[in-house]
């Protein structure tokens, strides 16, 4: 048998006022309407729910079993169905997926996790590696958050610009480049590692150095950019990377930084996610938040933080 849900509203109504005039004011409808309404819910549960004693009329034994649990029902579909409900953060249960490229979950993860955990104690999150190829996770539902360097081109895919980071190079401390000015030429004549999951060998400063007739020598690609600064530290291999997302790492590991000696284009990091989570209020509040954990990378440096120069490590 087929019930129309919208007898439990009626339901909830006659429950609570104990009569078919003050469910029908309840719920704006006239007292014949509402009378047909209870003689349907009758037919549909067997009962007579509300039976008259004198000039009132009071609930039967099972109306008043079930009482609490019609009220919480429609409680739960007004929620369901109200796209004006507020987002308590604290009470949120739920897991999301936050795919990031490694640097970003290295530079901020802690900070998210940690901003996440702070305001909704219930929620997971999921920091997956970034795969070597382009998979269709997000369309599916199975990552609610992503990070690129470039604007998606997929009509259903949503993005949001959090910043742009500038490309620095980073040496070990004693590498021939950190004597002296560093030119052009003794850029491009250097031994060279660079960064790709897909393991591309060949990026945007080569196509630079191509336009200024120069030739860099790439000896590694390598999947992430903890490995490259890994490697850098330990050979005389020279790598060039976004500054925010690497400056804690390269830092930490007491890396010299140089400024590059060409010009070359900033760097944009968008945050990604499928069109089917605009009007989700828990992923709004997720995206939200990572945008502001993002952006903290961009801030202007503290003044305990030596700017870019042409410096040496100590």
């Known amino acids: 048998m087929q019930l129309d849900l919208n007898l439990l509203t009626a339901l909830d109504a006659l429950l609570e006022e104990g009569s078919v005039a003050g469910a029908a004011a309840r719920l704006h409808v006239t007292a014949p309407a509402m009378s047909r309404s209870l003689g349907r819910i009758r037919k549909a549960t067997g009962d007579q729910i509300l039976v008259r004693t004198g000039r009132t009329m009071v609930p039967t034994p099972r109306a008043l079993a079930m ?12 929620q369901l169905l109200s796209a004006q409900q507020e987002l308590d953060p604290a009470a949120l249960e739920r897991v999301f997926t936050v795919r990031w490229h490694d640097a970003l979950t290295a530079a901020c993860g802690t900070a998210l996790v940690s901003a996440v955990h702070r305001q909704a104690p219930g929620v997971q999150l999921r920091l997956p590696a970034e795969p070597g190829t382009d998979t269709p996770e997000l369309r ?16 259903d895919i949503r993005h949001r610009l959090v910043g742009r980071d500038r490309l620095v190079v980073a040496v070990r401390p004693g590498h021939p480049l950190t004597e002296g000015p560093l030119s052009l030429e003794r850029y491009a004549a250097v031994e060279h590692l660079t960064v790709s999951r897909r393991g591309n060998l060949r990026d945007p400063i080569d196509d630079a150095l191509t336009t200024r007739g120069l030739e860099r020598r790439v000896v590694a690609v390598g999947p992430t950019a903890a490995f490259a600064l890994q490697l850098a530290l330990g050979s005389d291999l020279v790598v060039t990377l976004p500054d925010a997302v690497t400056r804690t790492a390269r830092e930490q590991l007491g890396l010299v930084t140089l400024p590059p000696p060409l010009q070359l284009p ?49």
Do not use: K
């Open 266 to 314: 900033d760097v944009p990091l968008y945050l990604l996610w499928h069109q089917r989570y605009d009007d989700d209020r828990a992923h709004t509040w997720l995206r939200d938040l990572a945008t502001g954990t993002v952006q903290a990378l961009f801030a202007p440096p503290t003044a305990s933080q030596q700017p870019l120069t042409n410096r040496t490590g100590q």
């Open 140 to 155: 599916r539902g199975e990552v609610d958050l992503e990070s690129s360097s470039s604007a998606p081109t997929l009509p």
């Open 67 to 78: 009482r609490s649990q019609v009220h919480a029902l429609v409680q739960q579909a007004n």
